[in-house]
């Protein structure tokens, strides 16, 4: 359903905090990615890769963080409901994908502070094979999410992006 003429505040909208929180944490998965696949090109022992790498357990932590934070955000406000109209298989693919998302946000630096803890060597190899073997799964999972988001801007054009935008934004784009 198009809501392209009306204004963003009488459309169904995420709260202020729910916005911060979502461009936040996607900036710093963004950073995780950009640092996990680039400190390789480094020589081992080098400043850039120790750069990086320190980078990548700061911003992997503050995921964390913002992540239960955020997830008891969302436990306690009520996220907007889907337009009106969506299917079944669509609200359910929705609703998988964010879940998805919300425990990638969880169990990767959870995995990852397994890893470089002393209480990481004292389990082994395994926290470090996850953190690994979960990297492309993710990005597949944030693909996925961002095609959707695409396919709503540009082919659907039903205004689901600006649910997630702060408001002035929102209100320009729907002046657009
Ligand atoms: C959402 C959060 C995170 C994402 C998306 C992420 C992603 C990645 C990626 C892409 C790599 C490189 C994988 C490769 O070389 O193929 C990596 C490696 C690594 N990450 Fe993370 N990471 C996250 C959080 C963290 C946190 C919080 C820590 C630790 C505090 C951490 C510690 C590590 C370590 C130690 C490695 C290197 C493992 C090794 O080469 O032995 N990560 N991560
Ligand atoms: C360019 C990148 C991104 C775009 C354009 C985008 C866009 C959006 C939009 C429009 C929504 C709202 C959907 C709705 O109205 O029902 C949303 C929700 C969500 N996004 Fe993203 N997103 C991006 C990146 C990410 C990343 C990297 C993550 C986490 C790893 C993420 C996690 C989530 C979650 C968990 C929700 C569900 C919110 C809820 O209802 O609880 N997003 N995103």
């Given at each position: 359903m198009s809501s392209d003429t009306s204004s963003p505040s009488d459309a169904p909208a995420y709260d202020r905090v729910s916005v911060t929180l979502h461009w936040l944490v996607a900036a710093l998965v963004v950073i995780q990615f950009a640092t996990g696949w680039v400190w390789g090109i480094f020589e081992r022992g080098s400043d850039p890769r120790f750069?990086?790498?320190?980078?990548?357990?700061?911003?992997?932590?503050?995921?964390?963080?913002?992540?239960?934070?955020r997830i008891g955000w969302r436990l306690t406000h009520r996220a907007p409901p889907l337009p009106q109209g969506t299917s079944r298989p669509i609200t359910l693919a929705a609703k998988a994908v964010h879940g998805l998302l919300y425990l990638a946000i969880l169990v990767q630096p959870a995995l990852g502070l397994l890893t470089v803890t002393a209480f990481g060597k004292s389990l082994g190899r395994w926290p470090r094979d996850a953190h690994m073997m979960l990297v492309n799964i993710i990005a597949a999972i944030i693909m996925l999410h961002i095609a959707a988001a695409i396919w709503h801007q540009f082919i659907l054009r039903d205004g689901l992006l600006?649910?997630?935008?702060?408001?002035r934004k929102a209100r320009a784009a729907a002046m657009k």
């Open positions: 750069v990086l790498f320190r980078i990548h357990l700061v911003a992997g932590t503050a995921v964390l963080v913002l992540a239960v934070l600006r649910r997630m935008l702060p408001a």
